[in-house]
Each structure stands twice: as structure tokens, then as C-alpha cells.
């Protein structure tokens, strides 16, 4: 991808470096937007929200299931009152759609009770026992077999790559930068603190370093010489359905949890999607997002004890999230080795509800640190509005493309996304620079064709708004490459990549 | 905002669209619109630029931008109205369409009648749950068609396709002439789904292997793919444990299939047959849905375009005759039964008859057969037969029935079964126009 001179691109120097551009790393950077401090983000993929945080199940979990007292405990439950306010500011698609923990037997039931008390000890007020019937009612497509459920009225659900774009624009609109394909390799500690960190783009001096780096924070840890904790990566692969069967389930719908994990879910998406997964494997490999058939196997016929008609002719799409195990909590605070970094590390689910509560504990451990907080008298908590043609009515459709023909072109015929849109996604601070960038972005793509239709028209799109050649557009990654010169071309021009 | 009326608008400018406008300004509709979101008329005929099409309609093998363009040259001459670069949005039930596009923004169209045109488009890995990573470099066959006829640019050097589907078979041939290697063509079942003059020509024609009975069970590569896993079937198309191999590619074509587009229809209560996945139609190509009618893929999935104009005539015409009144009111039909050896059968149902001495119906098979007999039962009684030297799920069965075969009878299906020793040919099926 064409690029400007890694020296543009980089400063010599920050207040703090954060290190890692998923939801946790981009909330925390706009929470230290907040302040006046030079506050930089670095993300080696070409976009941000493409590790754990583009593949999860997008759920503002009610916060019952965790150990009352534990990180997990206390930042679902505040991230998620958080996501009320900040959705509204920032844009992110949410739906309160509530959950449903169903049983199957009196064993369940039980532990059903036992979820409830918990939930009320970790502050949940609302959370109620169904009996069988008022299940049914209510989710007409489960399993009769089924004897009762937790229904728990607050779970919402959210766009988990909105809430990363979300947080990441509203940083960089309040000074925060945040550097792209740009890989931390070396973290230098003098006298046991923290000077700067090496990348692949160059050298950054700075006091404060987070540590937000997904699956990755056990090796940044040790970059700065700090071995309490390490990573297990688990992965969760997941079946996702058009929208044409999205009335499936109205809530998010778990079965019993067991010791190991939260169970095969059937949930809706906020975009009107359901899906089903995820399962749960530990996996060798850090980067292993391999679907399997082992593993679809399992996700099938774990959701079908809850719903026992699988729409599985509409599956779209099947993919992989990978969680950071560093235990049974979260890695969150100052290291205990190493002076200036900080840890918001093994932040697996319910790491995306927890995540502005995460950049509220970060920014508190900063200052507890050293660092200065000084209000950024500029901040604005708001991202403006980007139309979005399939909401609008015909009215607005037809001031908008009067005053933008592009919005009156449709590009992704499944979603319903306007040339215009795309363009904007593009250009928008952290705008998309990939395929997958504007899918994720504006969901050109993300319906039942998968692209097929929409691939050739949003390719072409994007190398006009860059500037670049059809051939320098990428899927995701840096040697995602999608299309070649035709052979003619090639023989004339050897080198080209 | 501004408001249009028509007396038949078409929805969709592939050939199916562009057919049906012209069947319906010969039968008497004054006002044809034709409405189609790319840049020009001829959907996917107009990347499709290979040889193969118009030997029925034209006597003539065309290319589709061939074809594409007699029918061009004709819906210029009948005066029909086409709007470009317009996407429709929504069909609601009494005929009123919302379309947009860039320069003329928002604009409603009420109409008499409507023709679902839209076309099909293609399954993708997703639907087909394809394990392994999710790497660049795996498309299906149509996507890349456009990329390398249309826009000149190619998905890959080490090409592997899966599905031998007709796109995936002029895909290899395509890809090959572009000087890339096609190393395999995998397919799941134990008969190909394309034509059997594809096969010959795209892949015999270039030494490109056909493995049947073999599926992927593996895509490898994080940025761009760099290979897959294959394995042999059982008869249950489960892959055999231990007969699996790897291939090296740098690009995955994928031709498993065509899906009719009916998304406009699904919003409202388009009935919908679960086999073909198009609406069910009479006769007249008619839909449960007053006033919309549907031809060409957006019905079903049909392998010769030469069909598909001759669909849409049909559907074209009907619709005029709704639009002037002249089509009579029905409220009960009977249906037809795809029975023993037969998918599908369209028309899925019939109204009393409208005219003509016979009628048309499509139909695939279930699975290959050599020597084979094609019949219609009545009530019970074969009323009609025909034979066919061979039969495949990949080739349409067309059989025009005399009305007067069909008579009253309330139970009416198609069968098809291995030919009896001396096959003796009855009712050879016709030319002519039938509806
Ligand atoms: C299957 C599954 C389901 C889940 N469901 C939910 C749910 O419903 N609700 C919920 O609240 N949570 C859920 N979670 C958890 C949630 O997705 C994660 O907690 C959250 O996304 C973690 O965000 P993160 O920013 O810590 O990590 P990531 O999103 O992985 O971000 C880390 C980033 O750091 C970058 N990076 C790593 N190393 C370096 C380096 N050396 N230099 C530069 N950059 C680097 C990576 O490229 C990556 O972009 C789920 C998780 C999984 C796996």
C-alpha cells in the first residue's frame, strides 16, 4: 500500500504509547483524549479492530456470570451502563435486546438461581427466573424441551467493529494519532523504566507505554522484561445467517453455563443477523483463525439443543475469534516489574462491554503512574453523524443525493450501501483503506453474496479514493493482494509486485 | 420527488428483462419501462464473452455482449423506456416501485404490472461452510469473470476451481487463455453440473483435470491463499478420512451454484418454491402476487439464455394482458408435481387455459441417466411421454404438452425413469411457442 515516508508517519516522541488498536486500545486512547497529552496508538495490521476485537459476539453482557470482586465482575458491569451514553455519542449501532441463560433440567434451574444471586451481587437489579411457557412465548423457535430461563432485560447487543472505528475516530477528532502497520518490536527500559519503544517504523521515546495488545500483550510484556503473566490463545469459531432468517431469536440466548465454558450461544446481531457459536478450542498458534469441521460440527449441534430448526441453508459466512487467556481474570494495572507500563492485558470476553471501563482503570493507574492529567479543554465526546442511506426515509434519501449524487448509486445490493457511504468511510479519520476496512465500516459485502456481486465496484472505488492502482488494494492485511495485471501487462512489466 | 406511471415495468435488464419488455409492447402495453442498475443493458450476458449463446433464439452462436446487443437494438426500436445506473429498492404490492440513482435520485413508478427480472447470483464459500483460514485469492467464478473480461485485471497464476458449474467451467478455459495455470476443477458429486460441451471445451480442450466425488476441506494461507486440502466423498459427500491431499494454488474459484435474487419479492409475500428458490408461477408466469409476474434466473436457474428469452416472452406478454385487463382472474389453480427422477417443474401450477393448443414446462432432473423416458401422469394415467438419450440435472428438460392431454385431471406430475429396451418416441417436444 502507498505510503508516506514511516518518518511522517511516526513521531519521535509521546506522552504515551498505546500499544495495540482493538476496542481496548482505541477506548483508551480516547479516554487520554480527554487530557492534554500527546497520546499515540500503534496497530501493526493496516486497520484497526482487526484482531480479537472483528470476530467476537458482539454482546453487552449483563455482567452475572463473573466472579463477584474481579476485574471481569466490575468493568462489565460499569462498561456496560458506559455503552449507554457513549453509543449515542459516538455512533454505535446498539439494541437492548435483553438475555436468556435457558435450562434444560432442574440441575440447570439450580444453577440458574445461583447465576441470579450473583448477578445481584455484582450490582444487576431486573434479572428474572422464567418458567417454560413464558420462554416460549417469548422465543417461539426454542426447543419445547426446554424447563426455564434467566431472562436478563439489560444485555444489549452492539456493531463490535462501529465501537472500534467509534472510539478510534473520536481519539484522533481530539489530537490522538494512531500509526498503522506499524509493529512494536522492543520495548527500552533504563533503571527498571520504561524510555521507548522500538517499532518497525522507527523509534518513539516516551515515560508510559499501555499494553493493549490482544493475544499479543504476553510477548509485549516481555519486550519490557515483565514475565508475571502469559497468554493462552482460545479460539471460537461461529456460523453467521442472512438477515432474511434474523427473527430466529429475538435475545441472546445461552445455554447453562458448565465449568468450561459459556455454551454454544443463538443470538441476534445488531444488524439483524443471528448467529451461532462460538465453541471453544486452545490452539497452538497465536494468529490459527482456521475454521474446522470438527468445529462446526460442534457449534451445530451444540445450538441445536437450543433451536432445534437451524436456518443452515442461510449461512453466510463462517470465521474464527481468538481469546487471550492470562487466567481466570483479566491482566489489568501497573506491571509489577517494569515502571511506566501498564497492563490491559488477556482482556477476553467480556472485554468488549468492559472496554470503556477498562480506559477509565487505565487512565487512573497513568495518573496514579506519574502521568499528568491536565483536561483537554477541546475534547468533544461526540463523532459526528455519517448518513447511512438504508434508515433514512425517501425524503432525506432525496435531499441527500441532491446535494451528493454518489449516495444515489447502490454498491452492495444486500445491504443496501450507497457509493456515497463508501466514500465516506474512506475518508473519515481512521478511514478504511482496505476491502475489508469498508466492510467493516459501512457492511458493503457483509450480506448473503459475500461480495460477490459488490467486490469488483468497492476494489475500484477504493484505489480511485486512494490514489493507488486496483492491483494495491488489499483484503485485510499487507499481502492480502486481490488481483494481478493481466499477463499481458506482467510480461512488460517483470517487477511488478 | 417524481412520479412515473407505466403500464408494464420490468425490473432487471439482463435478457430475461429485456425480453419480457419486448413480449409486453407486442401484446399491447403501451407504456414499458425497463429499469436495471448497471451502466448498460445486458447483465451478466455482458461479461460473459465467450461463444455459446443465441443458437436456438438466432440460429447463430453468439458471445453474450452478442446477444446482449440484438436485444439492445430492438428494445431501441420498440421504444421502450430504460433507466440506467437505477437501483430498485422496494416492489410493493399494487405495483408501486421505488428506484434511485445518482442523477436522478429517488423516483417512485406506479405500475399495472410488473416483471421480476433480477437475475441470480452466486453461492458463496460461506454457504457452502468451506473450513480453514479466510485468506485473499478465494472468489467465486463470476466475481473473477467480471474482473478479468470486464475491468482486465486477474484474480491469480495457480488457479483451482471448486464446483463444476457452467461459470467455473468457462472460468478455467477463460483463465488458461490468460496464461494461468489451472492445475484441478473439484466437484463434490459424482456427475458434473455444467454442460457437457463445457467440459469438453474449457477443460478436455486444455488438459485441466475433472475430480469428481472431491471436496475442500481445508483453505490454507493467512494474507493470500497459498493452497488447499482435498478429500475423496462417500456416497453421504463426507469426506473419506485418509484419502485427503494438498494443492498448491494462489487463487480459489469457487462455481457452487446460482441462487434466484428474489429479496424484492421476500419482503412481501412472494411465494417461494424451496427448490428452486424463484417464485411459483403459472403458466402465464404469473406469481402469487397480483400484477408480478417473473422470468429467466430469477425463477430458476436456467442454462441456456436462449430459455430464458423465451421465459420472459412469456412473462412479458402475460403481463401486458394483466395491464389491459385481458388476462383472466384466477383463484384456483392446479399444481404440478415434480415426481419420481424430476427436481423441479416449472410452472409449478396451472390455470384453466389461455389460448394456445399447448403448454411449456422446465424441468431438471434429479441425477444423470442414460436412455431415459420423460412422463406425464394425469390422474394416474401416463398421458404423455417422451425420450431422451440421456438425461442430466445440468441440462433442462423442455416438454410442450398438448392441453388436451392434460384435460381435467386434478393430479398432475412429471416423472422420469430409465428407457425401456425398445424405446418408441411418442411425443417429440416442439419448437413452437408454447403457453
Ligand atoms: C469468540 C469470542 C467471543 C467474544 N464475545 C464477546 C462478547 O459477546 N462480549 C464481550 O464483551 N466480549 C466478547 N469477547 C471478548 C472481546 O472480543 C475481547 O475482549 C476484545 O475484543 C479484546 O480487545 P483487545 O483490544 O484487547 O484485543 P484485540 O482486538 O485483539 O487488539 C489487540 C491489537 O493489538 C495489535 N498488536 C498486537 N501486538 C502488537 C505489536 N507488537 N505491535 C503493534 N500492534 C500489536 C493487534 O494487531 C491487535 O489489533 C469475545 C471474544 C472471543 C474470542
Redesign the interface.
Known sequence: MLEASASDRLPTQADVVVIGGGVVGCAIARELSRYRLSVVVLERAPDVAMGTSKANSGILHAGFDAEPGTWKARLNVRGARLYREISEDLGIPRRRVGSLVVAQDADQLATLEELRLRGIENGLTGLALWGRDELLAHEPNLSPELVGALWAPMAAIVCPFTATFAFAENAIRNGARIVTECAVTGIEVVDNRVTAVKTSLGRIATSYVVNAAGVHSGEVALMAGDDSFTITPRRGEY??FDH?VGDLVRSVVFPTPTKLSKGILVAPTVHGNVFIGPNASDIEDL?D?????H??AEIISGARRVVPNLPL?N?????AGIRAVAGKDFVIGLSPVTGGLVHAAGIQSPGLTAAPAIAETIVEYLGEAGLKLVPNPAFTPINPVRPKFVDMS??E??RL??AD??????IC??E?IT?GEIVAAIQAPCGARTMDGVKRRVRAGMG??????C??RVT?IIARELGVA??EV??????????????ETVSAEPNHA | MHEFHYDVVTIGGGPAGMAAALSAKDAGAKQVLIIERDRELGGILQQCIHNGFGLRRFDKELTGPGYAHRYIEMVKQAGIDVWLDSTVLSADPGGIITSVSPDKGMRVVTCAATVYSMGCRERTRGAIRIPGSRPAGVLTAGAAQRMVNMEGYSPGRNVVIVGSGDIGLIMARRMSLEGAHVKAVFEIMPYSNGLNRNIVQCLEDFDIPLHLSHSVVAVHGEDHVTGITVAKVDAKLNPIAGTEFDMDCDCLLLSVGLIPENELGRAHALEIDPVTGGAVVDQFRRTNMSGFFAAGNVLHVHDLVDWVSQEAEIAGRSAALHALGKLPKVNVFRSVAAGDGIRYVVPQKLSPPGGRPTVRFFMRATQPMGASVVQLHADGQIVWESNHPVVKPSEMIVADIPWKKIGAAREISFTVAPAPEEPESRDAPQAEEAL
Not at chain 1, 483463525?289 to 469441521?293: A, F, I, L, Q, V
Not at chain 1, 449524487?405 to 447502490?410: A, M, N, V
Open positions: 456460523v453467521l432474511s494468529e483463525h482456521e475454521t474446522t469441521r468445529g462446526f441453508g449461512a453466510i459466512t463462517e470465521f425517501i425524503g434519501r432525496a443525493i441532491a449524487p454518489l449516495y444515489g448509486r447502490i445490493r444486500c443496501s457509493e448473503r453474496c459475500q461480495g460477490g456481486f467486490g469488483p475500484a486496483v492491483t488489499c483484503k485485510d492485511s499487507a499481502g492480502s493482494w486481490l488481483y494481478l495485471p493481466r499477463s
